[in-house]
């Protein structure tokens, strides 16, 4: 299996921070990441999940422990005429593009969102209208409460706004199969030529960020993104982390941008908001690695902070 010890995460991430991981693997293969999960939980050893890096926020700080990563699990295959399985490291526009050329509709969404199969699960990931749970026929899981591999159906887990219940810290997806509909690959470029144009125009797509900062907050009808406008948070700078200019959910990096930078910009934006509206505003960004307790402090009431290697320190 693909090691890399004492190596920076932050190549990892799409936001392009995070510190030196004890060890990094990529195990392509199932029986490679259970037989890696079984070597650190028997040893008690910490580990963390990483699937394409785009919705975390990975701590500066040496990361302890070893951090999996899953794009290595990257196999797609057609089961039937309008089913098809993903592995968790699939990229999301690699399997959209891929079911395009079958002609199968339904993955257009995906278009631009630069995560995993994985990640999209437990996020339950979505755009233009549509989401993750939409398509999924079943979700194979390693449960490492029970110890055994488990495939769920839709009624086995429950969906939310940017949330399912499975927990990363008991639950790894390994893949995914997707229920697609028949169309011509024509229509179906068309649309998710719509969908990259759309954000295109309105996400700062070529700067290093985790995508949206904050969920859209449930007690306003105004998305997150609009919120932080009408406060002018737009161009908002601590350190090298700046709060976009082109969409103000989105924290982009400058260059040199650190997880301290950017906790003390979301600490600012969900302090101003809280002080205009009277809402706090919960990061959609997972924490990864060890954290001060004054950074962490951000994710309180954050709906699921889960993370197996999320420590905070005094
Ligand atoms: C430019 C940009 C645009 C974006 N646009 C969108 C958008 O339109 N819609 C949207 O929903 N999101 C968007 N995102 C956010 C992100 O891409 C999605 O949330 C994506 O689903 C995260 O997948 P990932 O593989 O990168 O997960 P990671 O960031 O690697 O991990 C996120 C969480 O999932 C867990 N996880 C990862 N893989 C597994 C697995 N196999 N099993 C169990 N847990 C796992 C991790 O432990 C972590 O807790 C965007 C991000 C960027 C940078």
Redesign the pocket.
Same mark, same amino acid.
């Given at each position: 299996m693909k090691t890399l010890e004492k190596t920076e995460l932050g190549q990892f &991430? &799409?936001?392009k921070i995070g510190g030196v991981a004890d060890k990094i693997c990529f195990p392509s293969t199932i029986r490679e990441l259970i037989d890696l999960i079984d070597k650190l939980m028997s040893k008690n050893e910490p580990w963390? @999940?990483?699937?394409?890096?785009?919705?975390?926020l990975a701590s500066s700080q040496n990361i302890p422990g070893t951090v999996i990563c &899953?794009t290595g699990l990257n196999l797609i295959e057609q089961l039937g005429p309008d089913l098809l399985i993903a592995g968790?490291?699939v990229r @999301?526009p690699r399997l959209s593009a891929y079911a395009s050329k079958l002609s199968l509709s339904g993955m257009e969404f995906f278009e631009?969102?630069?995560? &995993?199969?994985?990640?999209?699960?437990?996020?339950?990931?979505?755009?233009h209208g549509h989401s993750t749970n939409q398509i999924l026929e079943t979700v194979t899981?390693l449960d490492l409460k029970k110890g055994k591999v488990e495939v769920l159906t839709l009624k086995d887990i429950i969906f939310g706004y940017?949330i399912s219940t499975?927990n990363?810290q008991e639950?790894?997806?390994?893949s995914a199969k997707f229920r697609m509909v028949p169309d011509t690959e024509a229509a179906i470029r068309t649309r998710m030529k719509a969908n990259n144009l759309a954000?295109r125009s309105s996400?700062p797509?070529k700067d290093p960020?985790?995508?949206?900062t904050f969920k859209n907050p449930i007690e306003l009808n105004m998305p997150a993104g609009k919120i932080l406008d009408s406060i002018g948070a737009k161009n908002w700078t601590i350190g090298a982390a700046q709060v976009s200019s082109i969409h103000a959910n989105?924290i982009i990096n400058l260059g040199s941008a650190d997880s301290q930078d950017v906790c003390k910009l979301i600490s600012k934006m969900q302090e101003s908001t809280f002080e205009k509206y009277n809402i706090l505003l919960k990061p959609?960004i997972?924490p990864?690695g060890v954290f001060k307790e004054s950074e962490a402090i951000i994710w309180t009431n954050a709906d699921q902070t889960?993370?197996?290697s999320f420590i905070i320190t005094k």
């Amino acid at each position: 299996m693909k090691t890399l010890e004492k190596t920076e995460l932050g190549q990892f &991430t &799409t936001m392009k921070i995070g510190g030196v991981a004890d060890k990094i693997c990529f195990p392509s293969t199932i029986r490679e990441l259970i037989d890696l999960i079984d070597k650190l939980m028997s040893k008690n050893e910490p580990w963390s @999940l990483v699937g394409g890096g785009s919705n975390i926020l990975a701590s500066s700080q040496n990361i302890p422990g070893t951090v999996i990563c &899953t794009t290595g699990l990257n196999l797609i295959e057609q089961l039937g005429p309008d089913l098809l399985i993903a592995g968790a490291g699939v990229r @999301l526009p690699r399997l959209s593009a891929y079911a395009s050329k079958l002609s199968l509709s339904g993955m257009e969404f995906f278009e631009g969102i630069p995560g &995993t199969v994985g990640g999209a699960v437990v996020m339950n990931a979505g755009a233009h209208g549509h989401s993750t749970n939409q398509i999924l026929e079943t979700v194979t899981v390693l449960d490492l409460k029970k110890g055994k591999v488990e495939v769920l159906t839709l009624k086995d887990i429950i969906f939310g706004y940017r949330i399912s219940t499975i927990n990363p810290q008991e639950q790894i997806v390994l893949s995914a199969k997707f229920r697609m509909v028949p169309d011509t690959e024509a229509a179906i470029r068309t649309r998710m030529k719509a969908n990259n144009l759309a954000r295109r125009s309105s996400q700062p797509i070529k700067d290093p960020s985790a995508g949206c900062t904050f969920k859209n907050p449930i007690e306003l009808n105004m998305p997150a993104g609009k919120i932080l406008d009408s406060i002018g948070a737009k161009n908002w700078t601590i350190g090298a982390a700046q709060v976009s200019s082109i969409h103000a959910n989105f924290i982009i990096n400058l260059g040199s941008a650190d997880s301290q930078d950017v906790c003390k910009l979301i600490s600012k934006m969900q302090e101003s908001t809280f002080e205009k509206y009277n809402i706090l505003l919960k990061p959609e960004i997972k924490p990864l690695g060890v954290f001060k307790e004054s950074e962490a402090i951000i994710w309180t009431n954050a709906d699921q902070t889960t993370n197996s290697s999320f420590i905070i320190t005094k």
